[in-house]
C-alpha cells in the first residue's frame, strides 16, 4: 500500500514539472491562439538570469523576482520584435517562428553557459516528510502548492477580470478587437509577457530537481503539451489536472505492468490522452471550440 | 493564349535544364557533394508527405520522423534478410502507409491540435518501442548496412549510384505528387483546410480526404525512410526522434507550405543549413541556425519558394509605380450610376467631384 | 569503383591524403548543440587544447623525423547519426588524415562502415560502446579510447565478487547500449558469487525524473545500487530520491556522472555509506591535484584553447587532453606519413603513461576487445571533494 | 422535422413539400431556423427526428458529402471560399461529385482524368462568365469584394451538376439592380439545368420575383405556406416578419 | 467645421490600389450614405477610416489628422466600425462579445443598462447571452455587431451593410435604432447600404462611388431625383 502511495505521490511531483510548463502554454495560448514551442527555452532563459543571480550570491527567492520581470520583459519584447511580424499570417508560419526561438534562445543561453547541466539552489527547504506511509520532498509540496495559487489566479484572470476578456477576445478575432477598440498589439505583449513570466516561475521551480542547462526543459515541453492540450488548452485547471493524471499513469503504469516496464511507460499516458482525445476532442475541460456552418 | 505558351515552353526548358543538371551532378562532383545530394532528396520525400498532410490539408502532423524511421528499418531488415531492393521498396511504401491509415482511422475525426498531438505521440512512443524491439532494430546501437552498391555494369561508383537510386524515386515522387495536388483530390485537400463545412456540401467527406493524405504522407514518409538507408545506410533511434519531426515541420514551412518547389527548396534548406553553421562556427550551430531560420521567416513568410515571386514583385512596382495591377471592368450590371456624370452634366444640382 | 577504392590511396609509401611534411589535417565530429552537448564539447576542448598547445610549442614530432603541426577541424553533429555522417564525409573530402575522438555511439556506428571502406582512421573515440573495440580484425580502422561500459561494469562486479559475502544489488541501468554494457560486464563478473541481482530498472535518457525507479529499487532494500546513469541531473535525482526514502545503500557510479561538484555534492552523497566510482584520470578541479604539474600543464592549455568550445568541465575534457598524448605518440611512432603507417604506430602503443591519467593507469593499444585505456581504478568518495583508493568493499 | 441543440429548440415539427422543378421561398424572422433547415436538407446538421425525402429517397442518415451525388447542392449564408485560390480553383471544386478517379488514377493523370478536368474547367469558365463573373476567373478570390462571393459560391453549386439547389441568401450585400441581376440568372439556370430551387431570402423584392411557393417559418416552426403574395399580405407574417412599414415598402 | 474629413484619400491592399483619392466629410450629427457597386470600395472607405488598410491621404477627425492610426486607436478615439461579414468574436459569449464593445468604457453601472438596452432592442439575443456567439444565426450574428458597435458610445459610426441578412422588420428596427442615437446621443454615421430604401431614410446625403472614386455625391433628395440613381440603387 505504502508503495502504491509512494508511486502516486512520485507520479504527482513529476507532474508538477509538466504543469508548470502547461500552465505558461495555456497562457499563452489563450491570449494569442497560438502554442510556443519556444516557452521552454525562454523559461530556460529566465531561469539562468536567476541562475547568476544565485551564483552571486543573491538569495533564491530575488533572484525569482528578477527572474520574472525580466521573463515579462523577454516575453514582451519577443512579441515585439519577432513574433508580431507573423500576426495575421498563416499560423504555421507563426509556429515555426517560435520553433526558430527555441533553436535561436537554446543557443544564445549556450553561449553563456554552455549545453552541461548546472545545480540550481531549492526555494524550498531540500528535506523529505513522511505522508501516509510515502516520503515526499517539501519542494514538491512547495512546487504543488505555487501551481495551484498560478492556476487559480489563471482562471480568475481569464473568467472574471476584464484583462483576461480582452484577451481571450483579441486571441479570437483580432480584427474585430481592434475595431472595438482593444488595444491588440498592448495585449498580445501582455499576453507573452505574462506568459514567459510565468514560464520563469516554472523554471525556478523545476530548475533544482532538472538542474538548469539549456535543454532542460526540451522534453518536458513534449510532456506539457500533452498536458496543455489534454486538459483543453483554454483551462489552467485542465492542464494541472492533466498534468498530474500524465504523471501518475507514467508511474502505475511503469510499477504495476510487467511488459510495459520503464522504457515504455511514457506509452501509457500517451496512448490514453490519445483515447480520451478521441471521445472528447477538446479536451478534460475544455470548452468545445463553436463552428458554424 | 501567347503569354501562355510563352510561359509554357519557358516552364519546359527550365524542367529539361533542370534534368540535365541533375543527370550529370555526381558525375562531376565528390562522393561528400553526392552524399549531400543524395540527402536532399531523402528529406525532400520526407518533407513532400509531410506538405501533403500539412500544407495542402492543413492537418498539423509532428510525427513524420516515425514513418522515415520505420521505413528505415524496414529496409534494414530486408536487407539482413537479402529482400530483392524492389520488394523492399514497396514494403518500405505500403507497411509506413498502412501503420498511418490506421492511425489516421482513430484520429481524423479531430482536428488542430487535439490531432497534432496524436501525431507528437507517434516518435514519443517509436522510440523506446524501437529499442525494444532490437531483434528486428539493431536496439539503440543501431542497424549499419552496406547496401545498395553500385552494379559492375554501371561503371557508377556507389555515392553516384545511390545518387542516381534517391534521386529517381525522388523525382518519381515529386512528378506523382504534383499530379495528385493539381487535380481533384488536390482540390479536395484544400477545401478540408479551408472549411469542412463547404468540403462536405460539395461531396467531399473530410473524413476520408484526411485518411488519404495521411496514408500518402506516412507512405512518403516510408519511401524516405528506404532512401534515408540507401543514403546514409545506417538506421538508430535517433532517426525517428521526436526533434527530427519538428525540424521537418520547419523546413516543410521554410521551403513553401502547399507548394511541391517549396517542398524542394525546404529540403535543401533541412540539409545545408546545419553544413553552412558549421562552417561558420561549429559550437554555435544552434544559434547560427536560429537566426538564419528567423532571418528567412522575416524576409519571406511564405517560404523560399515566394523568392522569385518577391523579387519579381519589388522590380515590378518599381517599373510602374502607382498603376493598379488588375481593374475589373466598369461593372455591366451597375451602369447607371457609371454614367451618370456624364449624362448629368454639371449645371446639374449635385457636385460632382 | 571510385567509392570503393580507399580515399587517395595511392602507390605504395606515397603520402596519405591530410599529411604534408609540416603538418597534418585531424577531424572530429562530436554533439556540440543539443542535450548531449556538454561531453561533446568536453570532448572536442581537451583534444583541441592539448594540439594547440603542443602546436605553438613547435609542433608534433614524427617518426619519419619530421616535425608537423596538427590542424585539428572540429564538427557538431548533434547526436544526429546523418550528420556525423556527412561532417565525416565532409572532413574527408577537405582532405583530413584521421578521424579522432569523437563522442556518441551512434553517430560513431553510422561512420565507422564508411571510414572502413575509404580507409580512413576512425580511431580513439570517446564511446566506451564494445563496438568499436571488440572485433579489430572486422573493423580495422576503428578503436575506442576510453574504458569499454563493460569494463566499468566488470569492476565493480568483481570488487563485490571478491568481498565473499552476500550481497544483494539494485541495479538501474540506461535503456541502451551504455546501460546494457554495463550490466553486461557486472553480470559477467559476479557469475558463480554470492552476489545476486534482486532489482532492476531501466530508464530513456530523455525521461525527466527517475523517482518512480528509484521507489521501486528501493522497495528491494539491496545492498548496493549500481546507478549506470549517464544524465547529470537525472544521476543527482537517483542519489536524492534513494535517501529521501529512507534507503542507504551502497553506490556505485559511472565515471561520467560522479563529478564531486556537480554530482556528489548536489544529490548528497555523503549520507551514503559508500560511493564507489572507477576512474582512469585526474580530476584537474580536485584540490588534491592542484599541485599536480600534467594538472597545471592542462589548465594552462585549457583556459587558453579549450574554454571557448567548453565552458563546463566534464571528465570527457581530461580525457580527450590524455587523448592528445596518445595521438602525439603515435605520431612518433609512424614511420611513414600514410594512414596504414599511422595505425600500425597506434595500435602498438602499450604501457604508455598519458598526463592526467592516474597513476597505475597506462594506455595500452595491444589488447583486443578493449579502447586504448582499459584499465580502471576503483575509488571511493571522501564525503568531501575527493577521493580515496577503495580498500575493499 | 425537428432539431434540437442541448436544451434549445431550433426547428419544431415542420413539414413540406416542394415539388420538382419549382422555386421555393423559406423565410422568416432572424433566428427563425432557416439555414438549420437547410443544414439538415444537406446533412450538416442530424435532424433530432422526423425524415427528409430526397426524390424518394431517404437521406436522413446518408453522410453529408454523400448529398452531392443525390444531386444536391448549396450555398451559405456566409460565403466560404479559398480566399488564396484563384476564382476558378473554387468554382472547380463542385465538379467533385462527378468527376471520376482516386488519387491513383490523378497522380498519374490518366487520360479520362484529363479529359474530365477539361471539360470542368469549360463548364466553370462558363458558367463565370454567364453570371458576369468571367473576368475574375484568374483573380485570387480575396481580391473580389464580399458580394462577388456569393457569385462565386453560385457558380461552384451549379458546377455540381445539381437537382436541387439550396441558395441562403442569394441576395444579401447585393443592390438592387444586382438582385435584378441574379433573378435573371437563377431563372435561365433553372430552365437550362431543369433545377429545382429552395431559396432562403430577407429580400422580398426577390422572393416575390422568384419563387413560386413560400414557407413562412417562426421560432422553429411553420407560420404559413403560400404563394409570395399570400404571405406578404398575412397579417401573422405581417406582424412577427415584415413589420409594418417594411412590409409595405418592400412590396413596392 | 466637419467632424470627419477625407481628402484625397487613396487605399491599397498590398499592391493593388483600389480607392483613388476620395473626398468626403461628415458634419456633426451629421449621417451621410455611400453608395455603389459591389466592389467600388465602399468598405474600403471605412476601412480606410478605422484604419484597417493602408491609406494615403488625409483623414481628420474633429481636426485632428487620424490616417495611419491603427484601428484601435480610431476606436478609442469615438470611431466605432461595424464590418461587413461576420464581425462577432465567436467563441466569446453573447454577453462578453457585448463587454468587449465597452472596453474602453469606465461607467460599470452605464454598461449594465446599456446590455440591457441592447438585449431589449434585439430580444433574438435576449435568448441567448450566454451561448457562443458562433452558435447564432447569421441575422443575430450581425445583430449583435451592431449592438457591439452601441456598446462603445462612439461619437461616429461606421455602418458596413448593417442590414445585411436581417429580416426587414428587424433591419427596420436596427436603423430606428440609429436615428434615436443621432438624435439622443449626437452620433454621427456613415451609413453603407445595399437597401437604399432604408440608407435613404436614415442620411441627409449620400456620396455614390465607382471604381474607387467619387461619381457623385449631394443630399439626399437630390440624389433620389436623379433617374439613374433611382433605376439602379431604388428600383424605381
Ligand atoms: N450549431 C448550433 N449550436 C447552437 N445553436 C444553434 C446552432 N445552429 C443554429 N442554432 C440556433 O438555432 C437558431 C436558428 O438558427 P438559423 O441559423 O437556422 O436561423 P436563420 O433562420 O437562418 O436566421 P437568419 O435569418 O438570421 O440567418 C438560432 O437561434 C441559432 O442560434
Ligand atoms: N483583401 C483584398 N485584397 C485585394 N483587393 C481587395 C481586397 N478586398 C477588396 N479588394 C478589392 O477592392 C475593391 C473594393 O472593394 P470593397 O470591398 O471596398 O467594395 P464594396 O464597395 O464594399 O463592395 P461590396 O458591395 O461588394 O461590399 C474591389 O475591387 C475588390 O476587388
Ligand atoms: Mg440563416
Ligand atoms: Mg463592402
Avoid at chain 1, 498536458?227 to 508511474?251: N, T, Y
Avoid at chain 2, 490506421?102 to 529499442?131: D, E, K, N, S
Wanted: aromatic share 8%; charged share 15%; glycine share 10%.
Amino acid at each position: 500500500m505504502s508503495y502504491f502511495i509512494q508511486v502516486v505521490v512520485d507520479g504527482l511531483s513529476n507532474g508538477a514539472i509538466y504543469a508548470a510548463l502547461a500552465l505558461a502554454i495555456v497562457l499563452v495560448h489563450q491570449a494569442t491562439g497560438l502554442i510556443n514551442f519556444a516557452q521552454g527555452a525562454m523559461a530556460v532563459f529566465a531561469t539562468f538570469l536567476a541562475y547568476a543571480l544565485t551564483r552571486a550570491g543573491v538569495p533564491v527567492l530575488l533572484a525569482l523576482l528578477a527572474a520574472v520581470v525580466f521573463g515579462f520583459v523577454l516575453g514582451a519584447l519577443i512579441e515585439r520584435g519577432v513574433m508580431r511580424h507573423f500576426e495575421g499570417g498563416d499560423p504555421d508560419t507563426a509556429v515555426v517562428a517560435t520553433i526558430a526561438l527555441l533553436v535561436l534562445l537554446s543557443g544564445v543561453s549556450a553561449l553563456f553557459f554552455g549545453y552541461e547541466p548546472h545545480p540550481f539552489p531549492s526555494l524550498f527547504p531540500n528535506e523529505t516528510i513522511g505522508v501516509l506511509g510515502a516520503f515526499v520532498s517539501l519542494r514538491s509540496i512547495g512546487t504543488i502548492a505555487v501551481l495551484i495559487v498560478i492556476m487559480v489566479l489563471l482562471q480568475l484572470l481569464f473568467r472574471t477580470t476584464k484583462l483576461g476578456l480582452a484577451m481571450r477576445a483579441v486571441a479570437d478575432n483580432p480584427q474585430s478587437s481592434a475595431l472595438s477598440g482593444l488595444p491588440v498589439s498592448r495585449l498580445l505583449m501582455i499576453g507573452w509577457g505574462l506568459a514567459a513570466a510565468l514560464g520563469a516561475i516554472a523554471g525556478v521551480l523545476v530548475a533544482p530537481q532538472l538542474f538548469i542547462s539549456p535543454g532542460m526543459l526540451d522534453f518536458v515541453l513534449v510532456y506539457a503539451l500533452a498536458a496543455a492540450i489534454l486538459g483543453g488548452l483554454d483551462s489552467p485547471i485542465g492542464a494541472v489536472v492533466a498534468a498530474a493524471f500524465i504523471g501518475v499513469a507514467e508511474g502505475l503504469a511503469g510499477a504495476y505492468v510487467d511488459f510495459i516496464g520503464d522504457d515504455l511507460k511514457i506509452a501509457v499516458p500517451f496512448i490514453a490522452v490519445i483515447v480520451i482525445l478521441i471521445v472528447r476532442p477538446q479536451g478534460l475541460f475544455g470548452r468545445k471550440v463553436t463552428v458554424r456552418v | 493564349m501567347d503569354k501562355l505558351l510563352a510561359s509554357r515552353s519557358r516552364a519546359v526548358a527550365g524542367l529539361v535544364v533542370l534534368a540535365i543538371v541533375l543527370v550529370m551532378a555526381p558525375l562531376v562532383s565528390s562522393p561528400y557533394i553526392n552524399y549531400q545530394l543524395s540527402t536532399i532528396a531523402v528529406f525532400a520525400v520526407a518533407i513532400l508527405g509531410l506538405n501533403i498532410v500539412m500544407g495542402y490539408t492543413g492537418q498539423v502532423s509532428l510525427g513524420q520522423s516515425a514513418f522515415l524511421g520505420l521505413g528505415a528499418y524496414i529496409a534494414a531488415y530486408g536487407v539482413l534478410n537479402d529482400w530483392p531492393v524492389a520488394l523492399s521498396l514497396l514494403l518500405c511504401a505500403i507497411i509506413p502507409a498502412a501503420v498511418g491509415m490506421l492511425v489516421a482511422l482513430a484520429a481524423a475525426r479531430l482536428r488542430g491540435l487535439a490531432l497534432a498531438m496524436i501525431t507528437l505521440a507517434l516518435p514519443i512512443i517509436g522510440v523506446p518501442l524501437a529499442r525494444r524491439f532490437s531483434d528486428f532494430t539493431g536496439g539503440s546501437q543501431g542497424q549499419t548496412v552496406r547496401w545498395l552498391e553500385a552494379p559492375g555494369w554501371s561503371g557508377l561508383a556507389n555515392d553516384q549510384w545511390r545518387y542516381y537510386v534517391v534521386v529517381v524515386i525522388a523525382v518519381v515522387a515529386f512528378a506523382l505528387a504534383r499530379n495528385l495536388v493539381r487535380g481533384r483530390v488536390g482540390r479536395s485537400f484544400a477545401i478540408v483546410k479551408e472549411n469542412e463545412a463547404v468540403a462536405l456540401s460539395m461531396g467531399v467527406s473530410p473524413y476520408r480526404t484526411k485518411v488519404l493524405a495521411f496514408t500518402i504522407a506516412s507512405l512518403l514518409g516510408g519511401v524516405s525512410g528506404f532512401m534515408y538507408l540507401g543514403v546514409v545506410q545506417y538506421t538508430s533511434p535517433e532517426t525517428l526522434s521526436f526533434f527530427t519531426s519538428i525540424n521537418l515541420v520547419a523546413a516543410m514551412v521554410i521551403g513553401g507550405s502547399a507548394s511541391i518547389v517549396g517542398t524542394a527548396l525546404g529540403s535543401l534548406y533541412y540539409v545545408l543549413v546545419p553544413l553552412l553553421a558549421g562552417q561558420v562556427n561549429s559550437s554555435r550551430t544552434a544559434l547560427i541556425s536560429g537566426v538564419i531560420l528567423l532571418a528567412v521567416l522575416f524576409l519571406l513568410p511564405a517560404g523560399l519558394v515566394s523568392l522569385p515571386r518577391r523579387l519579381a514583385r519589388l522590380a515590378s512596382s518599381a517599373r510602374r509605380r502607382g498603376h493598379p495591377t488588375t481593374d475589373p471592368p466598369a461593372p455591366e450590371i451597375a451602369t447607371p450610376p457609371a454614367s451618370a456624370p456624364s449624362d448629368a452634366p454639371a449645371k446639374q444640382s449635385p457636385t460632382v467631384r | 569503383t571510385r567509392e570503393e577504392a580507399p580515399v587517395g590511396a595511392g602507390e605504395e609509401g606515397a603520402a596519405s591524403p591530410g599529411i604534408t611534411d609540416d603538418s597534418v589535417s585531424i577531424g572530429t565530429s562530436s554533439p556540440l548543440s543539443g542535450p548531449t552537448a556538454g561531453p561533446g564539447s568536453c570532448s572536442v576542448a581537451g583534444l583541441a587544447a592539448y594540439i594547440e598547445a603542443k602546436n605553438a610549442a613547435g609542433g608534433f614530432e614524427f617518426g619519419d623525423g619530421n616535425t608537423r603541426t596538427v590542424e585539428f577541424t572540429y564538427l557538431d553533429d548533434a547526436y544526429d547519426p546523418a550528420r556525423a555522417v556527412s561532417n565525416f564525409r565532409q572532413l574527408v573530402d577537405d582532405g583530413m588524415f584521421a578521424y579522432v575522438g569523437a563522442l556518441g555511439t551512434p553517430t560513431n556506428a553510422a561512420v565507422m562502415p564508411i571510414a572502413e571502406q575509404q580507409e580512413v582512421p576512425q580511431v580513439l573515440l570517446m564511446t566506451g560502446a564494445t563496438m568499436f573495440s571488440e572485433d579489430p580484425e572486422a573493423h580495422p580502422w576503428t578503436t575506442g579510447f576510453v574504458p569499454t561500459y563493460a569494463a566499468e561494469g566488470r569492476a565493480f562486479g568483481e570488487l563485490l565478487a571478491d568481498a565473499d559475502q552476500p550481497v544483494t544489488v539494485a541495479t538501474l541501468a540506461q535503456n541502451d547500449d551504455f546501460g546494457e554494457s554495463y550490466l553486461r560486464g557486472f553480470e559477467e563478473a559476479i557469475e558463480g558469487s554470492q552476489v545476486e541481482v534482486v532489482a532492476s530498472a531501466t530508464y530513456e535518457p530523455t525521461d525527466t525524473t527517475l523517482d518512480s525507479q528509484v521507489t521501486e529499487l528501493a522497495a528491494s532494500n539491496a545492498d548496493v545500487l549500481l546507478s549506470a546513469v549517464s544524465v547529470t541531473p537525472l544521476q543527482v535525482g537517483v542519489l536524492r530520491k534513494a535517501q529521501s526514502l529512507g534507503w542507504t545503500p551502497r553506490i556505485f557510479l559511472p565515471s561520467n556522472t560522479s563529478t564531486p561538484a556537480v554530482i556528489l555534492q548536489p544529490g548528497g552523497a555523503a549520507a551514503y555509506p559508500a560511493v564507489y566510482t572507477p576512474t582512469f584520470a585526474k580530476n584537474p578541479n580536485s584540490p588534491a591535484f592542484a599541485e599536480d604539474e600534467d594538472v597545471q600543464a592542462y589548465n594552462e592549455a585549457f583556459e587558453q584553447y579549450g574554454a571557448d568550445i567548453a565552458p563546463a568541465y566534464t571528465p570527457h575534457c581530461a580525457w580527450s587532453y590524455a587523448e592528445g598524448a596518445v595521438l602525439e605518440e603515435a605520431f612518433a611512432n609512424m614511420e611513414e606519413p600514410t594512414r596504414e603507417s599511422f595505425m600500425t604506430a597506434l595500435n602498438s602503443i602499450s604501457g604508455f603513461e598519458a598526463p592526467l591519467l592516474l597513476d597505475g593507469v597506462t594506455v595500452d593499444t595491444t589488447q583486443e576487445g578493449e579502447g586504448a585505456v582499459s584499465t580502471v581504478e576503483l575509488v571511493q568518495y571522501d564525503g568531501e571533494s575527493g577521493f580515496t583508493p577503495v580498500d575493499g568493499y | 422535422m425537428s432539431l434540437h441543440f442541448g436544451g434549445i429548440s431550433v426547428l419544431d415539427a415542420v413539414s413540406f413539400d416542394v415539388p420538382r422543378g419549382s422555386i421555393f421561398g423559406l423565410v422568416g424572422p432572424n433566428g427563425a431556423g432557416k439555414t438549420s433547415l437547410f443544414n439538415c436538407i444537406s446533412g450538416h446538421y442530424q435532424p433530432s427526428a422526423g425524415s427528409i425525402l430526397v426524390d424518394g429517397t431517404e437521406t436522413v442518415r446518408a453522410p453529408a458529402w454523400r448529398m452531392a451525388k443525390f444531386g444536391l447542392a448549396r450555398t451559405f449564408q456566409h460565403p466560404a471560399l479559398r480566399l488564396d485560390a484563384s476564382v476558378l480553383e473554387n468554382v472547380m471544386l463542385g465538379a467533385h461529385s462527378w468527376m471520376p478517379g482516386g488519387p491513383v488514377a490523378w497522380s498519374l493523370r490518366l487520360p479520362p482524368t484529363r479529359k474530365r478536368e477539361r471539360e470542368a474547367r469549360a463548364t466553370a469558365l462558363d458558367l463565370l462568365e454567364r453570371t458576369g463573373l468571367g473576368w475574375a476567373a484568374a483573380m485570387p478570390a480575396d481580391e473580389l469584394s464580399h458580394g462577388l462571393h456569393k457569385g462565386v459560391e453560385l457558380c461552384r453549386a451549379l458546377l455540381s451538376r445539381p437537382r436541387l439547389l439550396l441558395l441562403d441568401e442569394p441576395a444579401a450585400g447585393l443592390s438592387h439592380s444586382e438582385v435584378e441581376q441574379l433573378i435573371g440568372t437563377v431563372r435561365e439556370m433553372r430552365r437550362e439545368f431543369e433545377l429545382t430551387v429552395v431559396v432562403v431570402e430577407h429580400h422580398m423584392g426577390l422572393i416575390s420575383a422568384l419563387t413560386d411557393r413560400v414557407v413562412v417559418l417562426d421560432h422553429g416552426a411553420k407560420l404559413m405556406e403560400g404563394t409570395a403574395a399570400e404571405a406578404q399580405s398575412d397579417s401573422r407574417v405581417v406582424e412577427a416578419y415584415l413589420g409594418r412599414e417594411a412590409g409595405a415598402d418592400e412590396s413596392a | 467645421m466637419s467632424l470627419l474629413e477625407l481628402e484625397d484619400v487613396t487605399a491599397s491592399y498590398g499592391h493593388a490600389q483600389v480607392l483613388h483619392g476620395i473626398s468626403l466629410s461628415l458634419p456633426e450629427n451629421g449621417a451621410t450614405g455611400l453608395l455603389g457597386a459591389n466592389g467600388a470600395g465602399k468598405t474600403t472607405t471605412l476601412r480606410a477610416i478605422s484604419g484597417t488598410v493602408s491609406t494615403t491621404g488625409r483623414i481628420l477627425f474633429e481636426g485632428r489628422d487620424i490616417t495611419g492610426l491603427g484601428p484601435d486607436r480610431t476606436a478609442h478615439l469615438g470611431i466605432a466600425h461595424v464590418p461587413e461579414g461576420r464581425g462577432t468574436i465567436g467563441q466569446l459569449s453573447v454577453r462578453d462579445n457585448l463587454l468587449v464593445g465597452a472596453y474602453q468604457r469606465r461607467d460599470r453601472k452605464q454598461i449594465a443598462t446599456d446590455i440591457d438596452y441592447c438585449l431589449d432592442l434585439f430580444p433574438n439575443l435576449q435568448d441567448r447571452v450566454k451561448s457562443n456567439a458562433a452558435a447564432l444565426s447569421g441575422g443575430e450574428q450581425q445583430m449583435l455587431a451592431v449592438a457591439r458597435a452601441f456598446m462603445a458610445k462612439p461619437r461616429v459610426i461606421l455602418l458596413d451593410e448593417a442590414s445585411l441578412g436581417l429580416a426587414p422588420s428587424t433591419a427596420r428596427r436596427v436603423y430606428d435604432a440609429v436615428v434615436r442615437l443621432r438624435r439622443e446621443a449626437q452620433v454621427s454615421m456613415i451609413v453603407v447600404e445595399q437597401n437604399a430604401n432604408l440608407a435613404f431614410s436614415v442620411v441627409d446625403d449620400a456620396t455614390v462611388l465607382e471604381t474607387g472614386r467619387v461619381a457623385l455625391s449631394g443630399s439626399r433628395d437630390e440624389l433620389m431625383g436623379m433617374d439613374a440613381v433611382r433605376r439602379a440603387y431604388l428600383g424605381g
